[in-house]
């Protein structure tokens, strides 16, 4: 059963698009989802359905949150973005002004600008590095502090996986003093209302959804040398994301936990001139230096993508109709993009993961839909 909090009467056919996925046959069939619309500052779609188990003993409801992976990412941009538009980060400056450690191994004039669009060369670990290290701050930073670059930084852009959050979450412990846990908490999500967590507080334990891994991808891409490094050392394990230790943790890239609708309240705001109700998340121009594009429209891992500070630019569809969209996916299904042609802030999250590495048909689908209505 599909539950409507909100749904404008122009979405009916998002409603039913969304409805359908709990009936597909493929390894796309959604098990628990929600799907959340702001247009111009206000709610104009929200609908959940499903279960947050495997079991189907748990209905999903508005306060579910899911394991968004990768599309962290976005919230990350969002956190580095408000640090550049305090004046306290430079997109063209050295990563190593607020990070000195980090000028090692050949790493010195590396910019932020290319760890933002995964240009810096530092997509995976050089030193061997287990699942529990990703629990570990101070080693994982220290590691990529030490490394060298994998491949020219520069030369390309080729996703950082894992390592974006890292290298992100360690400048905004430099400059302000917090674990990005905490600066989320203060500077994003407490100001938004929104319900999205790096680490989950004990008392949402019960509403957080179980992740279904994913199928074997029916289509794999051909990795080159580069573009492998995040699917090594450590080899990614969707189940982990069930592990208590997983949900608690600050894996910045991949282990943000957010509703549909605290997702959603991110990108309204960045669809909204960067405003959502009294709070002013971005300036206009931090939204526009966000947004340039950064390198060609290429990644060796992810194929055809244009890169801007920490968010994908709008190319082939994937987030909509519209050029200027832009937002940013997750692992399995989930994402969350802004289409500031429409003012539309959209968001969908998913507890069972879809198998495609490249474009999950269920949120092309939903993005179309929600961008042309």
């Known amino acids: 059963m599909i539950v409507e909090r909100a749904l404008d009467a122009r ?35 929200d609908l959940h359905g499903g279960h947050q188990d495997a079991d ?25 973005a408000q640090l550049v538009d305090a004046g306290q980060l430079d997109y063209a400056a050295p990563v190593a002004r607020w990070w000195p450690e980090f000028a090692q191994a050949g790493k010195a004039a590396i910019t932020l600008d290319q760890v933002m669009s995964h240009r810096a060369g530092l997509n995976g670990f050089a030193a061997p590095t287990s699942p529990e290290d990703l629990y570990d701050w101070e080693r994982v930073t220290d590691r990529l502090a030490s490394q060298a670059p994998l491949w020219p930084p520069g030369s390309t852009a080729s996703y950082h996986g894992m390592t974006y959050g890292y290298l992100t979450g360690e400048l905004v412990r430099r400059v302000t003093g917090l674990m990005p846990r905490d600066y989320i908490s203060r500077h994003i999500a407490q100001p938004l209302q929104a319900d999205l967590f790096l680490g989950v507080p004990p008392d949402r334990s019960d509403d ?5 891994p994913p199928h074997d991808d029916l289509h794999p891409i051909a990795l080159n040398a580069i ?50 109700g009294p709070t002013r998340l ?44 832009f937002g940013h996916s997750g692992w399995g299904g989930s994402f969350g993009c802004a289409d500031p042609t429409s003012g539309r802030g959209i968001a969908y999250v998913v507890n069972r993961m879809g198998s495609a590495l490249n474009g999950d048909p269920r949120a092309r689908k939903l993005a179309q839909l929600a961008t042309s209505l």
């Open 227 to 276: 573009a492998v490094g995040p699917t090594t050392n450590p080899t990614p394990d969707a189940a982990a994301a069930n592990l208590p230790a997983w949900r608690q943790a600050q894996i910045p890239a991949v282990n943000i936990h957010a509703s549909a609708d605290g997702l959603a309240r991110l990108y309204g705001a960045l669809a909204n001139a960067g405003q959502l």
């Open 208 to 212: 957080v959804a179980q992740i279904v």
């Open 11 to 45: 979405f009916e056919s998002l409603r039913d698009a969304f409805a359908a996925h709990f009936e597909r046959s493929d390894e796309f069939r959604d098990l628990g989802a929600g799907l959340v619309v702001y247009e111009a500052g206000r709610k104009v779609v």
């Open 282 to 325: 971005l300036s206009e121009a931090a939204i526009a230096a966000m947004v340039r594009p950064r390198g060609l429209p290429h990644d060796e891992m992810l194929g055809e993508r244009q890169w801007a500070a920490g968010v994908a630019l709008n190319r082939g569809g994937l987030y909509g109709q519209h050029d200027g969209a």
């Open 56 to 80: 189907r003993r748990q209905p999903w409801t508005e306060r579910t949150l899911a394991n968004i992976w990768s599309a962290s990412k976005g919230v990350m941009a969002v956190a580095i």
